[in-house]
């Protein structure tokens, strides 16, 4: 099965900040990776598609970038509402499986 | 607006069964296939289940093959997860998940339900 190993494991950071969360796969995943951000108590709320494809009315301050299988999350500017818990989830073997890493949680510096 | 709004979830003992139900609005239910995912106290998130849009195709997690089964009602715009065998490590909220159209990411999900499994 396809490993996501993200990193860090938790950061962090201040309003205003450029943050940057990555992702690694165990294999190549083209670029058939997803970003989601989840608040306490929350369900996951998808951010990026296709490793770099913004979810219809996300911020554009949410960006994705990579392929095969290195991936990054960057937050442009931190802002109070984006200190959350970052997933990444890999479907390039979907609909056999798909995986989640582990989790990075942005928390106020 | 899409909905899907999770019941079921509740206090089992290990060893024993719950139903799980997801009721969906707000988008031709038919037309996408489904999943439940499921995250244990204070850990990530975990895929457990997919199924496809008539039903005709399912795949599991390893950890609950030959102890759950995911299914749908399309006439009642409803996803089911049927669970036995439950073990303290099926412990976790499980939520409901639409499959997105062109790209099998997860873009509307539930609130999710509690599934508690302890004696």
């Known amino acids: 099965a396809i490993q996501l190993t993200q990193s860090p494991s938790s950061l962090s950071a201040s309003v205003g900040d450029r943050v940057t969360i990555t992702c690694r796969a165990s294999q190549g995943i083209s670029s058939a990776l997803a970003w989601y951000q989840q608040k306490p108590g929350k369900a996951p709320k998808l951010l990026i598609y296709d490793a770099s494809s913004l979810e219809s009315g996300v911020p554009s301050r949410f960006s994705g970038s990579g392929s095969g299988t290195d991936f990054t999350l960057t937050i442009s500017s931190l802002q109070p509402e984006d200190f959350a818990t970052y997933y990444c989830?890999?479907?390039?073997?979907?609909?056999?499986?798909?995986?989640f890493g582990g989790g990075t949680k942005v928390e106020i510096k | 607006e899409v909905q899907l709004v999770e019941s079921g979830g509740g206090l089992v003992q290990p060893g024993g069964s719950l139903r799980l139900s997801c009721a969906a609005s707000?988008?031709?239910?038919?037309?996408?296939?489904m999943s439940w995912v499921r995250q244990a106290p204070g850990k990530g998130l975990e895929w457990v289940a997919n199924i496809k849009q008539d039903g005709s195709e399912k795949y599991y997690v390893d950890s609950v093959k030959g102890r759950f089964t995911i299914s749908r009602d399309n006439a009642k715009n409803s996803l089911y997860l049927q669970m036995n065998s439950l073990r303290a490590e099926d412990t976790a909220v499980y939520y409901c998940?639409?499959?997105?159209?062109?790209?099998?990411?997860?873009?509307?999900w539930g609130q999710g339900t509690l599934v508690t499994v302890s004696s």
């Open positions: 998940a639409r499959v997105g159209h062109y790209t099998p990411d997860f873009d509307y």
């Open positions: 707000g988008f031709t239910f038919s037309s996408y296939w």
């Open positions: 989830q890999q479907f390039n073997s979907y609909p056999l499986s798909t995986t």
